[in-house]
C-alpha cells in the first residue's frame, strides 16, 4: 500500500493510507539510515507492516526533519527573546527548497506590540507577516492561508507552535511548552514531529530548536535570498559584489540611509561569514 508517514517515534511511524492508520517499522536501509521524514509518502506492507520505500520528494527540511511541504511558518513571539538569525537561516532554507516562508507574530496580546514592527521592518519586503494569539483564539490571519496546503509551523520551543495548533483543532493535542525561568529560554515540549488535519489542510508541529545548520551554499550566493537587496544591488559598481567590503555599493548605501534596516543586513554579514568559513573548511 501507499500512504503518508504522519509521525515517527524511537523507530515506529504511523502512516496514513487507505483511509486507515498503521503503526510501522522501517525496513533494512531505510532504518539503518533513518531515511523516513514526517510528510513522506512511502509504500509498506500492510500485513507486515514494514515501510518498504519513501517515494520522490518535492522538497525536504532536516531541522525539522519534513518533507513534501507547501508552506513553512516560523513562529516568533515576544518571550523567549526571539532569534532572528535562526528564522533567516530558515527562510533561505525554505526559499533553496521551493517552499513558502511565512513569519507568525504570536503571543500578539503580549508586550508593546515592539516585535510586530521589529518584524516588520525585517521582512516585510520579503516574507508575508501574519499575527496570532493562540491563548485568546486569535488565529484567523493563519487559517486564511491554510487552505489545502500541508503547512509546516517551525521555531523556538516555546513560542506557541502546540498553542497555535491546540487553536485551529479547538482541543489539546499536546503539552504547552513553558520558560525556564532562570534562562528565560523554552523548555522543549514537543518531542516529534506529527501531522493534524485542520480542513482541507495538513499541519506538521515540530520540536522546538535553538540551532540550525544551513546547507553548504558558496557565499557568494547567498544575495539570491535577499530580494531585498536586489534593487540597490544591481546599481552597486561591482559585478558580484558581496556587499561587505567593496567600494560604491549601493546595498551598504541603502543601509546608511534607512532603505534597508540595519540590523537585517548585520545578520547577512553575520551568515556571510559564517558561510564563508564553512565554504572554505568543506573538503576537511
Not at 518535492?58 to 528564522?87: G, H, M, Q, T
Not at 492561508?145 to 503547512?151: H, M
Amino acid at each position: 500500500m501507499t500512504g503518508r508517514v504522519e509521525k515517527g517515534i524511537a523507530g515506529k511511524f504511523t502512516v496514513c493510507g487507505g483511509g486507515h492508520t498503521y503503526l510501522c517499522a522501517a525496513k533494512g536501509k531505510l532504518k539503518a539510515d533513518g531515511e523516513i521524514y514526517i510528510g513522506d509518502i512511502v509504500a509498506f506492507d500492510e500485513k507486515e507492516r514494514i515501510v518498504t520505500k519513501v517515494f520522490k520528494r518535492k522538497n525536504y527540511l532536516v531541522r525539522p526533519y519534513v518533507a513534501n511541504i507547501d508552506l513553512i511558518v516560523i513562529v516568533l513571539a515576544p518571550v523567549p527573546e526571539p532569534d532572528f538569525l535562526l528564522s533567516d537561516k530558515m527562510i533561505i532554507n525554505a526559499i533553496m527548497m521551493d517552499i513558502e516562508p511565512i513569519i507568525c507574530v504570536n503571543k500578539s496580546d503580549l508586550g508593546d506590540g515592539a516585535l510586530a514592527l521589529r518584524a516588520e521592518k525585517n521582512y516585510a519586503e520579503t516574507v508575508k507577516i501574519i499575527h496570532t494569539s493562540a491563548t485568546n483564539g486569535d488565529i484567523a490571519e493563519l487559517t486564511a492561508i491554510l487552505g489545502n496546503k500541508t503547512v509546516c509551523l517551525a521555531g523556538q520551543s516555546a513560542v506557541g507552535k502546540t498553542s497555535v495548533i491546540n487553536a485551529l483543532l479547538n482541543k489539546e493535542i499536546g503539552k504547552v511548552g513553558a520558560l525556564s525561568e532562570k534562562l528565560q529560554r523554552g523548555k522543549h515540549t514537543t518531542r516529534h514531529s506529527e501531522i493534524f488535519t485542520f480542513e482541507g489542510a495538513l499541519i506538521i508541529d515540530t520540536s522546538g530548536f535553538s540551532e540550525f545548520k544551513m546547507p553548504l551554499i558558496n557565499p557568494s550566493e547567498l544575495t539570491e535570498y535577499y530580494a531585498d537587496f536586489t534593487e540597490y544591488g544591481e546599481r552597486c559598481r561591482y559585478k558580484g559584489c558581496s556587499h561587505i567590503s567593496e567600494d560604491d555599493c549601493a546595498v551598504k548605501d541603502a543601509v546608511s540611509s534607512g532603505a534597508i534596516f540595519k540590523e537585517r543586513y548585520d545578520r547577512y554579514v553575520e551568515l556571510y561569514r559564517q558561510m564563508k568559513e564553512d565554504w572554505k573548511n568543506r573538503f576537511d
